[in-house]
């Protein structure tokens, strides 16, 4: 079973941020919080990921709360091509499998 | 670098006949995963290898297998298919943990 929770849909203003929120709050000292999102009968699309640290890159900031019980993936300007369902996946960093589990997700509908 | 490829891309097959999906990695990743997607079920992990051993499985029926090639591109077989096995199939590969997905086999079984 998937060790997040997260909503199942939240709409956001073209233009606006978007803050999407993920409980994980049985998450492990070497688990990391990934993010994927998938734009409708795509592959998933890798976003970032990140264990303890804030972290950013070109597409979305990642803030991971102090006791890395829940985090918050944020898309710094929403665009209609934002539109999709984002999963946030907790899982080891290396190991012997890369293997995810992916939960129900959150759909973000962008308004324009 | 190209990202992943699957071939077919669409696929059509009826009841009981076999169907073999191709994926070919990113260049230099050595870890490949299978991902089998529904509606009702949403992503599930299907097997993953890596350098030609399978190394995780998912809880799926013996009907499917699947296996990697020395240079890494892999294939998964499903025999005697079902209506319930429609779905989009998703390949993987990974290097340094980190998974980048392919665009998806879609198959239709009728």
């Known amino acids: 079973d998937a060790k997040t929770t997260q909503p199942p849909s939240m709409d956001c203003a073209e233009g606006r941020a978007a803050n999407l929120p993920c409980n994980h709050s049985?998450?492990?000292?070497?688990?990391?919080v990934y993010w994927y999102r998938q734009i409708h009968s795509q592959g998933p699309q890798y976003i970032i990921h990140g264990l303890k640290n804030n972290e950013t890159n070109e597409m979305a900031s990642l803030i991971i709360t102090e006791d890395r019980k829940s985090s918050t993936l944020i898309l710094p300007h929403a665009t209609l091509r934002d539109t999709a369902v984002y999963y946030c996946?907790?899982?080891?960093?290396?190991?012997?499998?890369?293997?995810?589990?992916f939960g129900t997700g959150t759909l973000l509908a962008v308004q324009p | 670098k190209a990202g992943v490829t699957q071939t077919p891309r669409y696929l059509i097959k009826t009841r009981g006949q076999q169907v073999t999906l191709s994926c070919s990695p990113i260049?230099?990743?050595?870890?490949v995963s299978w991902y089998q997607q529904t509606p009702g079920q949403g992503l599930q992990f299907l097997f993953e290898?890596?350098?030609?051993?399978?190394?995780n499985k998912g809880n799926f029926p013996g009907r499917f297998s699947g296996r990697q090639f020395s240079n890494s591109r892999s294939e998964m077989n499903v025999s005697t298919l079902e209506l319930g096995d429609s779905a989009l199939y998703l390949c993987a590969s990974s290097l340094a943990g980190t998974q980048y997905f392919g665009p998806g086999t879609r198959l239709t079984v009728l």
């Open positions: 996946i907790v899982r080891p960093y290396g190991g012997a499998t890369n293997k995810l589990i």
């Open positions: 290898y890596f350098s030609e051993t399978q190394r």
């Open positions: 049985t998450i492990s000292g070497n688990e990391y």
């Open positions: 260049s230099g990743h050595r870890s």
